[in-house]
């Protein structure tokens, strides 16, 4: 495993959960799995440790191009796992003017904005790898916007540790989760401002040990996501499925790979601070609702976001990279 991200095992955001739970899952499965995040002679490790494949994941220039492209050199057995839109998207979120999705997320990159697209090479880099994306709305989009995309490789849960306990649950507590509350992009201003129109107060789950995140989860009712950007794919929103809540969740990329809107949770148009406040006060005031959606946003984990789910999807595409079908 191959990733930018040092602040250590089981710190940081999604992205450095999904390294870390892949790992676990593999290793259950037998697999030996080892991390490369820099700070070593690459070309020695490889020589050591000589893997059967390496799994890139999120590089956008923290740790650079060397490592793919000696993989890409030695035609070593890789796949690029990619996390966000750095590849075509200089702004990396498909962003302009601050707070607007711009057109590559439903058509293609027309380059109006502050960053403009991502250089050339980048590009040409990212085709040389196998390439990975974490749902399919990802997928199309970076296929539209020039990326190869061969695999979709959607993360799963822990659904033994994130699960229900309805002797705990607090009757219409709202819960948030975020690692990165502060950043625009993540839509807490967004729940904010839906909170305080219809006067309900949010709990905000940040900075805990995963045990914490799931006894605060087990204590909600209701589950809002409210992103702003097309993320690649919501995994505290998954969590939060696992634990049984009813869940709200802003209409973009992730969520829809998700959530069903009125089948398993609701969807609401992307920074819509009425339509949120709107759907909060429908779960609020409709019991039953709640713990239809809970019990249905449980039911979809167990049915295909396991880990187990994600370790045969990962094994899967390794045998098939490995085969040199791609």
Request: net charge negative; aromatic share 8%; glycine share 10%.
């Amino acid at each position: 495993m191959i990733h930018e991200d040092k602040r250590g095992y089981g710190q940081g955001g999604g992205a450095e959960t999904i390294l870390r739970e892949n790992t676990n899952i593999l290793r259950e499965m037998g697999h030996e799995v080892r991390w490369y995040q820099g700070g070593q002679s690459f070309p020695a490790l490889m020589a050591e440790y000589r893997p059967d494949i390496c799994h890139v994941m999120t590089v956008h220039n923290f740790l650079g191009f060397s490592e793919v492209r000696w993989l890409q050199n030695h035609d070593w057995p890789h796949i690029w796992q990619l996390m966000d839109y750095w590849a075509f998207c200089a702004q990396r979120m498909l962003l302009r003017r601050g707070d607007e999705t711009c057109s590559a997320a439903a058509e293609v990159c027309d380059g109006d904005c502050d960053e403009g697209r991502a250089p050339d090479f980048y590009r040409e880099i990212v085709n040389r790898s196998p390439v990975a994306a974490l749902c399919p709305d990802t997928a199309a989009i970076y296929r539209r916007n020039g990326i190869r995309c061969d695999y979709v490789l959607s993360p799963g849960v822990d659904h033994r540790f994130f699960r229900p306990a309805p002797e705990k649950r607090i009757d219409g507590r709202v819960i948030t989760s975020c690692a990165w509350p502060s950043y625009p992009t993540k839509g807490m201003h967004i729940l904010k401002a839906a909170a305080e129109q219809i006067g309900v107060p949010v709990h905000l789950i940040t900075g805990k040990p995963r045990e914490a995140v799931r006894d605060l989860l087990q204590t909600g009712d209701i589950f809002v996501f409210p992103s702003c950007y097309e993320e690649t794919y919501g995994l505290c929103l998954t969590e939060a499925m696992s634990t049984g809540l009813a869940c709200i969740a802003s209409n973009v990329c992730g969520t829809r790979a998700q959530i069903e809107d009125g089948l398993n949770g609701l969807l609401v148009p992307p920074r819509d601070v009425g339509a949120l406040a709107t759907a909060m006060e429908r779960l609020l005031g409709d019991e039953p609702l709640r713990r239809r959606l809970g019990a249905a946003a449980r039911a979809t984990v167990e049915a295909d976001r396991t880990l187990e789910h994600a370790g045969k999807r990962l094994v899967a595409v390794y045998e098939e990279v490995l085969g040199g079908s791609t």
